[in-house]
């Protein structure tokens, strides 16, 4: 079949520019007019966002700064004392102006604090997701070269995971953490676990192999592993004929068998009874057994009586890396001279078959290399690498190694890896560091890559402080101001949202993140307590007000109005009739199409509230346009983009790179104060996207390409057009995934929507996805083809409809498109059109 554009005009000519359409010559069109982006005006370009956030701390030290639910507040003067504690203690270890400073946290107050703690040193901050496997982490900190990470204990083994597999040695401080101890491991439950396992009549099932289907471990290559692991023992203390062993983690005996009569003593120590008991049996008279956990091996082994301590398939285990370093630590000091700690069967991360996100502890080879500094003991470790035949698949490519302290080794200094907050509080003595100017770093926020390598987006205090007080002045941001934080750390619109709330002496409310994808509880929130600002993505927003528009909805505001929890009254205005109106004064939407439903169902819920829908891109610095949403223009496909804020210019040019006319779309760039640096570690792409501003005149200031088309439009605003790579090709049609979800948008009972792909086996498919709220009748799937054919050609049509109360959300506030897909790929819902 030839192919055909889907958005080309019938009869419109192949080689006719897109700033052109049949029967229109361009010479006659009239093009956008200067003043459009005469937008340059003054702002304080020569202070960073940290000195506008020390004025409020000088002007109102008790006011609220972040607000975290059941009246439990903490103060600008508090944020600003623990984030000078985490500066100086940063600043301590030699993180300043031109350093990336990770930050893997949940929304909470240890994010907020991070954010400005690292910020105070000088540093730039990265943004990590909670939500993020290792794998994605390792990317940023690769490229970053970040060595230091703030985060959760929770996360701690995860960041070192990441940080292994980014080949740095990434170390961590735990502000949740009050001291630095072992990951904690719920010994009884893992007791009882194994109980199980070692009631079993096979021995080597009751020692833990092929518990899993599709094992296949053979009784022969069984045999291999136990004796490669008593040659391992018997071999690590060659000045000692029969040596005293010490086996961590023992099981039912297997390995204990393999040594009878072949050590001196025998130890097993393991936190199962049952495996204990049928140990003994295997190990003969002699032995000792020990039902305690790993970490408590020091308490149970008396130092230097042992001349072999070994961990066999245990430290795979093991809750996290603190954990392991307090095993090998304790297995060292119960060394006797000569003696060596013998691990065996450890799991490389790169191991094929299972990923670091498996839920067995990975350790690199190399990570051994760095053990001395971590322990703070000189030790030696020699890596066996397996070989030869006789292994079965899952324990073929693993390792392992032998440890022996190195006495007359030069010491190495002690490293921790992690740092709890007592090591912060250790360092209030230490200089605070400067902190950083307009003309540095402030954050890198990575973002999905063509390739599928993440880029890092590098933006200055300068841009940002521009767009910050450009809200604030403009939409009145101040002190009285409560916004309910729900976007992730890693979406831009969160530097706002943190940074330019504080900024403006205002307060954040941070939600758990158990509650950010519950829009029942968000609403419940936002009407109970005095929430005055909303800045999310049009979804998040979307999941929301799918409550607000249930039957009985509206009663939840009246409801609510007695008190927030902490004895403030939630409203601040009251209806003809004496009843109360939710607080909610400000609604910034961005990120993603704003539904034309959905600004009517926010006002219809909020009086006050005042909506925004904004736009640009993460590199043009949070914000670049605006557009304030009052009546909806039934004529409209869309809320239109706006007009370029403060100090943005926006261009709508053609192939040639030329200005196109007002009406006629082309490709998107954006200019001025706001536009990033580029992308961190990348310089090709950078001189690709960002070049001088030679449309302007400006040669000295950067023009972003942004990849999007749009219009000008008669009125001086934008209309968004969609992706330059937005299109998808079915059935030989080039078709504008844009186009499909405007005539979507047109459908009766449809309040928001999305189109997105579904790879199929005969080539991909179109998946449209319709959100009806509470609309009643609500359209089915059969009513939307039905509209959609009226209003679209056959080869356009999706070959799904989902029609869902309201869309899913993703970690960013954004429409979840690949969820979308899987939906539409389950059995039940693969309806053909």
């Not at 034309?596 to 219809?604: E, M, T």
């Amino acid at each position: 079949m030839a192919e055909q554009r889907a958005d080309q005009p019938a009869g419109q000519p192949a080689e006719q520019s897109a700033g052109q359409s049949a029967g229109q010559p361009t010479e006659s069109w009239e093009p956008p007019p200067a003043e459009w982006n005469d937008t340059a005006r003054p702002f304080e370009d020569q202070v960073s966002m940290i000195d506008l956030i020390e004025r409020r701390v000088r002007e109102s030290p008790d006011a609220p700064a972040v607000r975290l639910g059941e009246g439990e507040v903490r103060t600008y003067a508090q944020l600003w004392a623990d984030s000078g504690l985490l500066a100086r203690f940063l600043a301590g270890h030699g993180v300043g102006r031109g350093a990336f400073v990770g930050i893997l946290h949940e929304n909470s107050w240890d994010s907020v604090l991070a954010v400005v703690g690292v910020l105070r040193t000088g540093a730039a901050y990265v943004p990590l997701d909670a939500r993020w496997p290792a794998t994605r982490i390792a990317a940023p900190l690769r490229q970053s070269g970040i060595d230091w990470l703030v985060t959760g204990h929770a996360l701690a083994r995860r960041a070192e995971e990441a940080g292994q597999l980014a080949g740095s040695g990434v170390r961590l401080v735990c502000t949740d953490l009050r001291a630095a101890a072992p990951d904690p491991l719920d010994t009884e439950t893992v007791g009882l676990l194994w109980d199980t396992v070692a009631e079993d009549e096979d021995l080597a099932r009751a020692s833990g192999f092929n518990q899993n289907p599709g094992d296949g471990i053979s009784a022969a290559q069984i045999d291999t592993y136990v004796s490669h692991v008593r040659d391992l023992v018997l071999s690590a203390a060659p000045t000692v004929e029969l040596p005293r062993v010490v086996e961590v983690g023992c099981g039912a005996g297997l390995i204990a068998g393999a040594l009878r009569d072949r050590v001196a003593g025998y130890t097993g120590v393991d936190v199962s009874a049952v495996a204990l008991e049928r140990a003994g049996r295997e190990a003969g008279e002699g032995a000792r057994f020990v039902r305690a956990a790993a970490a408590d091996l020091g308490r149970v082994v008396a130092p230097a009586s042992a001349d072999v301590v070994l961990l066999a398939s245990v430290a795979q285990f093991f809750p996290g890396f603190e954990y392991l370093r307090s095993v090998l630590r304790d297995a060292v000091g119960a060394l006797a001279p000569g003696g060596a700690v013998v691990l065996a069967d450890l799991a490389d991360l790169g191991e094929p078959g299972e990923g670091p996100d498996s839920g067995h502890l990975r350790v690199p080879a190399e990570w051994f290399g760095h053990l001395s500094a971590q322990l703070g003991l000189p030790v030696r470790a020699e890596i066996h690498r397996r070989g030869g035949d006789g292994w079965p698949p899952v324990l073929r490519d693993r390792y392992d190694v032998v440890l022996r302290l190195a006495p007359h080794d030069t010491p190495t200094p002690y490293t921790p890896v992690i740092s709890a907050w007592s090591d912060v509080e250790e360092a209030h003595a230490l200089p605070l560091p400067a902190g950083p100017g307009a003309d540095d770093t402030a954050y890198v926020i990575f973002t999905s890559g063509s390739t599928g390598v993440p880029k890092g987006v590098s933006v200055r205090h300068r841009s940002a402080v521009n767009v910050i007080q450009w809200v604030n002045e403009t939409y009145a941001v101040g002190p009285d101001d409560c916004l309910l934080w729900v976007t992730a750390l890693t979406f831009d619109l969160s530097v706002y949202d943190l940074l330019g709330v504080l900024a403006a002496g205002a307060s954040l409310r941070v939600v758990p993140a158990a509650e950010l994808s519950d829009g029942e509880r968000l609403l419940d929130i936002m009407l109970r307590e005095p929430i005055t600002f909303w800045d999310s993505a049009p979804a998040a927003l979307g999941m929301v007000m799918s409550f607000a528009d249930e039957p009985g909805g509206t009663d939840r505001a009246s409801e609510a109005s007695a008190t927030d929890g902490t004895g403030t009254t939630s409203a601040t205005g009251t209806t003809a009739d004496g009843g109360s109106v939710p607080s909610l004064r400000l609604v910034f939407l961005s990120g993603d199409w704003v539904p034309l439903a959905l600004p009517g169902r926010v006002r219809a819920r909020f009086p006050r509230a005042h909506v925004v829908a904004l736009g640009g891109a993460t590199e043009a610095t949070i914000w670049s346009n605006h557009f304030d949403v009052g009546e909806i223009d039934p004529a409209w496909t869309s809320v239109p983009y706006g007009k370029p804020i403060q100090n943005a210019r926006y261009y709508v040019l053609d192939g040639d790179r030329k200005p196109c006319p007002i009406g006629v779309e082309g490709d998107l760039h954006i200019a001025g104060v706001v536009v990033a640096d580029g992308y961190v570690g990348d310089p090709e792409l950078t001189a690709a996207k960002f070049t001088a501003d030679t449309v302007g005149g400006l040669a000295d200031e950067s023009m972003y390409a942004t990849g999007d088309r749009a219009r000008w439009m008669a009125d001086g605003n934008l209309e968004f057009r969609g992706r330059r790579d937005d299109q998808v090709k079915v059935r030989g049609y080039r078709i504008e995934l844009g186009e499909v979800l405007a005539a979507l948008r047109q459908v009766p009972g449809v309040v928001d929507c999305a189109v997105t792909t579904l790879r199929g086996d005969d080539g991909p498919q179109i998946v449209a996805a319709v959100a009806v709220g509470g609309s009643e009748p609500s359209p089915g799937g059969g009513f939307v083809r039905r509209h959609l054919a009226q209003n679209l050609p056959s080869y356009m049509l999706p070959e799904h409809v989902l029609v869902l109360p309201a869309l899913p959300v993703g970690p960013t506030g954004k429409v979840d498109r690949e969820r979308l897909a899987r939906l539409a790929a389950r059995p039940r819902n693969r309806r053909r059109t």
